[in-house]
T-cell receptor, first 111, second 116 residues
């Protein structure tokens, strides 16, 4: 059974800091890995998708890496802003559109 | 292009009742998945529909069911509601999830269900 773990559970940083969120998964047989953000009481917004054959993806200030062999992914956020405050969720695709999610990292960026 | 829409956005029911939630995917998307989100269990996969067929099912009791129509719109039904069914129900759509893992999933805003 695939299990996804995210560390840390919560993170508070001052504005402008670079930060790394971590995600680990137990079964390397994945289709892809996606990072989402969720604002309180809202749905999920897709940030980045890394296919199983890829090593990383970048979008603006975000960079996500994938190491299938070690079962790890990181989300790097450069020059954090208060608007980045949200819960960040890592999800692995294992079959079709079925995703297994981690518990999330709650990020607070203080002005 | 309009995003994924879910109706209703909020719902209050009592134990024992049944409820039907609706999801309209992004135009052209053929896959719809449903998830339950609770503070204790996080996000858990319910089921996936593609071309009107259930392709995957999560570990939920038979009280949870769904279907997909020819226009890709999907509904999920929960019968005999229990207090523990209170949750945010999210649906997601994608173009075709069987194309090698390159398809991003787009989530709707969710339906918040409260069971009293």
């Amino acid at each position: 059974k695939q299990e996804v773990t995210q560390i840390p559970a919560a993170l508070s940083v001052p504005e402008g800091e670079n930060l790394v969120l971590n995600c680990s998964f137990t079964d390397s047989a994945i289709y892809n890995l996606q990072w989402f953000r969720q604002d309180p009481g809202k749905g999920l917004t897709s940030l980045l998708l890394i296919q199983s054959s890829q090593r990383e993806q970048t979008s603006g200030r975000l960079n996500a890496s994938l190491d299938k062999s070690s079962g790890r992914s990181t989300l790097y956020i450069a020059a954090s802003q208060p608007g980045d405050s949200a819960t960040y969720l890592c999800a692995v695709g294992i079959s079709g559109s079925r995703l297994t999610f981690g518990e999330g990292t709650q990020l607070t960026v203080n002005p | 292009k309009a995003g994924v829409t879910q109706t209703p956005r909020y719902l209050i029911k009592t134990r024992g009742q049944q409820v039907t939630l609706s999801c309209s995917p992004i135009s052209g998307h053929r896959s719809v998945s449903w998830y339950q989100q609770t503070p204790g269990q996080g996000l858990q996969f319910l089921f996936e529909y593609f071309s009107e067929t259930q392709r995957n099912k999560g570990n939920f009791p038979g009280r949870f069911s769904g279907r997909q129509f020819s226009n890709s719109r999907s509904e999920m039904n929960v019968s005999t509601l229990e207090l523990g069914d209170s949750a945010l129900y999210l649906c997601a759509s994608s173009l075709s999830p069987y194309s090698g893992g390159e398809e991003t999933q787009y989530f709707g805003p969710g339906t918040r269900l409260l069971v009293l």
